[in-house]
């Protein structure tokens, strides 16, 4: 389909043909869309024009590197819409834009096609549809310009008894298709942006996330956990289907005001802080915590992991404590107080005398842009290519757009995750100016309405194309009350909801896979014993672990590319406030997954789904099978409505694969 | 509120504060928004800063003609949207934008107050207030930087008994109100866009048109009618109510290929021919047809016209009969065909060999232009100011923005009505480029869910910022099959609608006061015997007509200045799909007018209304009365529940004013 572009004239007065509305365009095309490789930009524009002329249109796409355009024809839709789509097959930016023309030789084909068939005089207008070819055969060369001088003058010859012959090659499809390649576009609209896209690594769109704090990695109950426990932790993570590592910060740990067990103010002699109040005598944002390794050890650490097919993923977060060396080496980056002192974080009145900001109004801007945008390319050249950055609303939105636009730019493989738990349009703006992927407000979206809403704003607006979400029922900040008076039966459902509504998601690993759910207050959300200020000892094969339930999960991910992404996420309606049922499949739906939760983590529900057949491919008027991939089960389902039950003691939910083919029992595997 | 703007400077990399989806803003900022006089245009916007600083922000705006802006602030209102807005009080363009900063005297204060109820130590705030104090009074003159001199002094104050002192300074309201008088504008994030508003005379929101071809209204039978004999009419139009009086194309028409009765292709001798093919010997489109009178008699009907409130709207109608006198001396304008005739309109296989299209892809792009837009400047110069274009979507989009923009840019109060029935993204985008007002697709606009979904999209999406509906249930070219089947109900119905509905609507009278509902043919939307192509004679006193109707509906506008406006149209639901109703109030809620319309012309229809009181100011445990301004009938309601029945036979519906204050029957002025 797709061929190079010709060259174009222009004159704006003549240039009678509209493109609008043009979809995607984020902000005016302020700001990229985003895709993985090998997936689809399909490009929408309103196109018309005056009058009842016939016109044509095309898609043009380019890399960044490269200057000439690739063209492929817009397809005319309803309603004056348009549409055609284009494949990303390499990391980096790609631009997209829009032409279309008026084409005389459209109209002049479907109006002459028209006369024909009515019967009328059509001598003038075999001398019209002529001069088109004509002026056809000045734009072509080689033997399609011969053609066209035949036909041309074929169409022209007046005498009488040609009349049959001419009008044969008027109509002639032949003659169309030639024409078509060699459109008149003197005067062309352009549409006025160039639309930009990221292009990202698959993982950016599909990935499972496993957290741990390597600090408590040690086998040894009370020895500090090494990189080098990590390492041997490599097989068990890679077993159960995760493929991102992530770690909290691994820098030295400041003293000054260091927070005790429990965030207690008082620390007491031996405690080891959290990790997030970064900097002490040995280093700062770029140094290792002794207690962990060496450099050397974490280089071998992200080699080993890449070896499973499991990325390390490093915690940025811009900011300082007190002892951190940026506070003597750079006072200016800090916000001052009348007496002398440094700012520390506020949430007035609660003090966090641990942590310095940085002032995004420093003078010296230029300094701190740089120096921090160096902490990234540090731990790149370590060979990290993923960063979960800690609270990145609390910095200036200039320095992201920046610091991630430049970074990208030399390493575009690179995935940052947007650790912003704040407002909406906050978290938006984010991932418009950079953030690959965005925690989100999945760990508070717990009934089918929250669920149902949320999950069509961000697959189903104009969000999907912009802000990709990566769906935690749990992190070392916030332990859901969901999960805290549900039990193992809601970290399962939440574990379902996370792993099949979103295609990246992640969890705080040891402590989801023991169901730890004791807050450390009465209606807090916050762990008791947080892993933020204290080592843990985690039993990891203790009893109603869910390790294996997890492991089944991320497998029936890796197995099924319709959970592999978001776009065809679609809900159907269930009889039972307490079950969510919803569908995935893939553009072909050769792939076709139906999950239904029973969110009610206490209770047996059942009911009555209507499905939206067509979203599954299935004619009503056929019985299909539906594959428990859970528990092997399978059941004979036909038409619309069927039933499901669903024991949360058991499994709170089905992952069904549709499997559309199966037409009987007789036709089952475990009859053959 | 408002007041003029303080010098700024900035610094990109530290304007912390976004600024987006800002609203009004049609196509990103490509288009104007429309306004008439004295109406109010609300901004909004997305306003945030990362972290948890204050922001301020203002909303700003000019005339085209002014260089300084005039401010006022925005409020915050929820989940970081921001509004404030301004009136429009001249004719012509104004602009509007927004800018916002990071308030760190709005933050402090902010944190003081907490700080202070929570009783921590504030020794060390109180110093940065004072700094702050000391940097306001540098930005400061007179009386009010002596005022900061001396609260910086006080805060700044560090002897221990001054605490108390201190702190009450700092929690100041007054100290707080001329702080925000000096805001530090350090780093101002300036919206990147300067949006238009179009500033109209009332008349392009608020009238009501009425059509009549000057030919006809001879009042001896078979003579043709002249603008002396339109002068005759003017009182009895404006003793119906109208404000526009609008004439089909005054210009010579063709006599090649003129068309008979009926648009019969054969003309017979004498046959006056269609006011749409325009151009003959006697001159083309500055010309009048001699048989209507002299420029002089058209310039004193202008004139006595207004000085009866009613403007005299023209027909222009861009097209040529073969007669034309462009067709000789511009035959560039036009376009040839191979056997040198110039090509006349078609629709395949349908003719129109009376009218001759301009080509919009002359090379003479600049002649016609300007020859084109100088047919507007010499009516303007003839005394109009209101122009219903025929067929703008058959003429090039750029010409128009053109063409409209020029005029305009002299003559502010011109009103353009596009005579666009067409598809709607067409529609959408004449008005966008310029037109005043729209036809629109209300003749087609018949049952419930019909008009619902319609005058919502009209009204309450993006639509009602720029495209101004103007609503005729009939027009020469429009005998809606509703009206036909439906007689004189159906008639009576539609102008409620219309007149209700739409804040501008206008009929095609003569053919309307009489209930004219015979079409061409069975099926057909056109007149039988159409006055198109001939000249009639109107009996307007005959039975049954519609002019008292008509008058009493009309008198009902301008006293309820509710529907003087479209914007706070609301729909109301009933249990009769034959019933609509609707309301329409002014903002301080003074005028609340609730329609009732049955839709079912052969059939008395009854139902439940569930009013939304809210919208129309209605406390909903007090009963209210409504009072029919149509018949006069009062009714005392109580709640959101009520009873409706209307009989077509006598009267389609009723147009109640809702009135709050009246409680009981006692209250009723008919009681007094």
Chains 1, 2 share one sequence.
Not at 403 to 429: D, N, Q, W
Request: negative net charge.
């Amino acid at each position: 389909m797709a061929k190079k572009t010709v060259e174009i004239k222009s004159d704006e007065k003549r240039l009678r043909v509209i493109i609008s509305g043009v979809a995607p365009e984020i902000d005016a095309g302020c700001f990229p869309i985003k895709r993985s490789i090998g997936e689809n930009v399909k490009v929408e524009a309103d196109i018309f024009t005056d009058g009842h002329d016939a016109i044509s249109s095309v898609l043009r796409y380019r890399r960044e590197s490269e200057s000439n355009w690739t063209e492929t024809p817009m397809e005319a839709l309803v309603n004056d819409r348009w549409a055609a789509s284009f494949e990303v097959t390499e990391l980096g930016s790609y631009y997209y834009s829009l032409l279309a023309w008026v084409d005389h030789f459209k109209s002049w084909r479907r109006d002459f096609e028209k006369k024909v068939n009515a019967g009328v005089d059509i001598t003038i207008d075999l001398l019209v549809g002529a001069q088109l070819v004509t002026e056809a055969e000045k734009r072509a060369t080689g033997a399609d310009a011969k053609q066209f001088h035949v036909w041309g003058a074929e169409l022209s010859d007046k005498s009488p008894k040609k009349l049959a012959k001419r009008t044969q090659i008027a109509l002639d499809e032949a003659l169309f298709d030639l024409m078509i390649r060699y459109p008149d576009r003197q005067y062309v609209t352009y549409y006025e942006k160039e639309l930009r896209v990221v292009v990202d690594p698959v993982l950016a769109r599909f990935g499972a996330w496993y957290e741990f704090f390597p600090r408590s990695m040690s086998p040894v109950p009370g020895r500090h956990g090494t990189f080098k426990d990590c390492e041997a932790q490599l097989q068990r993570v890679s077993e159960m289907g995760f493929n991102v590592l992530y770690f909290p910060p691994i820098h030295p740990i400041g003293r000054s005001f260091r927070k005790g067990k429990n965030n207690n103010p008082q620390c007491q002699p031996g405690e080891v802080g959290s990790p997030w109040a970064i900097g002490a005598s040995e280093g700062g944002h770029k140094s290792i915590l002794p207690e962990l390794g060496t450099l050397e050890d974490f280089r071998r650490l992200v080699k080993r992991a890449r070896e499973k097919k499991i990325e390390i993923a490093l915690d940025i977060a811009f900011q300082c404590a007190p002892d951190h060396p940026y506070v003597k080496e750079h006072p200016a980056w800090f916000k001052k107080r009348p007496d002398g002192t440094i700012q520390y974080a506020e949430n007035p009145p609660k003090k966090y005398q641990d942590i310095y900001p940085f002032d995004f109004e420093t003078e010296d801007t230029a300094g701190l842009w740089e120096e921090l945008k160096s902490v990234f390319d540090y731990w790149i050249e370590q060979g990290v290519s993923i960063f979960r950055v800690d609270n990145p609303h609390t910095k200036a939105f200039p320095f992201w757009e920046w610091c991630i636009g430049a970074l990208k730019k030399e390493h575009p493989e690179l995935i940052f995750l947007s650790e912003a738990f704040t407002r909406p349009k906050v978290m938006y703006r984010l991932a418009k100016l950079g953030y690959t992927q965005s925690y989100n407000y999945f760990p508070w979206r717990n009934t089918k309405a929250e669920i149902t809403e949320y999950f069509t704003e961000l697959t189903k607006t104009e969000v999907s194309e912009y802000f990709r979400p990566n769906l935690w029922p749990n992190t070392p900040d916030i332990l859901p009350q969901y999960v805290q008076t549900g039990g193992r039966p809601a970290f399962a459902a939440r574990l379902v909801l996370a792993a099949t509504l979103g295609a990246s998601y992640g969890i705080y690993g040891p402590a989801f896979e023991l169901c730890d759910n004791r807050p450390r207050a009465a209606g807090a959300e916050e762990y008791l014993n947080s892993e933020k200020y204290e080592i843990k000892h985690w039993n990891l094969n203790a009893a109603g672990n869910l390790t294996e339930f997890i492991s089944k999960v991320n497998h029936i991910r890796k197995e099924n590319p319709a959970l592999q992404s978001n776009e065809s996420l679609e809900f159907h309606p269930v009889d039972n406030e307490q079950i969510v049922v919803y569908s995935k499949a893939t553009e072909d739906l050769d792939n076709v997954i139906l999950t239904v939760v029973n969110l009610d983590p206490h209770h047996i529900h059942s009911g009555w789904v209507e499905l939206n057949l067509r979203q599954l491919g299935i004619e009503p008027e056929h019985g299909y099978q539906v594959h428990d991939l859970l528990t092997g089960a399978r059941y004979l389902w036909r038409g619309a409505r069927n039933y499901v039950e669903l024991n949360p003691q058991f499994v709170p939910a089905h992952i069904f694969r549709v499997r559309r083919r199966i037409r009987s029992e007789q036709d089952f595997d475990y009859y053959m």
